[in-house]
């Protein structure tokens, strides 16, 4: 996964999520968070630049403080594509399995998305 940290890529990010509004806005407010300052040391990540498949959101990993706390390791998912959302849970390098998370996104098949993930896994899924 790339992290984007240009603003005329974090702004043309935007623009294109503001296209698939409403189901984008999990990602859409960081990507403006971060466009303008990033007070909240948040990083959007995309799967290739500029046709992405998905961007993922995400506190940077080294502001983690707590393993166990879901609500500090929250990820938010937007993807035009259901196998790279699959490809993103499978991946070691952007969703870490060895904290507690919770992922949002506003798109059918998610859940079922990450409960095949965790089942193959053998990991609990809440």
């Not at 984007?4 to 984008?24: D, F, G, I, N």
């Not at 961007?55 to 390791?73: A, G, I, Q």
């Not at 035009?80 to 059918?108: H, N, P, Y």
């Amino acid at each position: 996964m790339l992290i984007l940290r240009c603003p005329a890529q974090l702004q043309l990010l935007e623009e294109t999520l503001r296209k698939s509004l409403p189901t984008t806005l999990p990602v859409l407010g960081t990507v403006m968070t971060v466009a303008r300052g990033n007070p909240a040391s948040h990083e959007v990540l995309v799967d290739s630049w500029p046709n992405f498949s998905i961007v993922l959101t995400r506190l940077r990993p080294e502001d983690h403080r707590d393993p166990r706390d879901y609500y500090t390791n929250q990820l938010s998912v937007f993807y035009r594509d259901k196998g790279a959302l699959q490809a993103l849970l499978e991946s070691t390098e952007a969703v870490t399995r060895g904290r507690a998370f919770q992922i949002l996104g506003m798109q059918d098949g998610l859940d079922e998305a990450v409960q095949d993930v965790a089942s193959a896994r053998g990991l609990k899924v809440e």
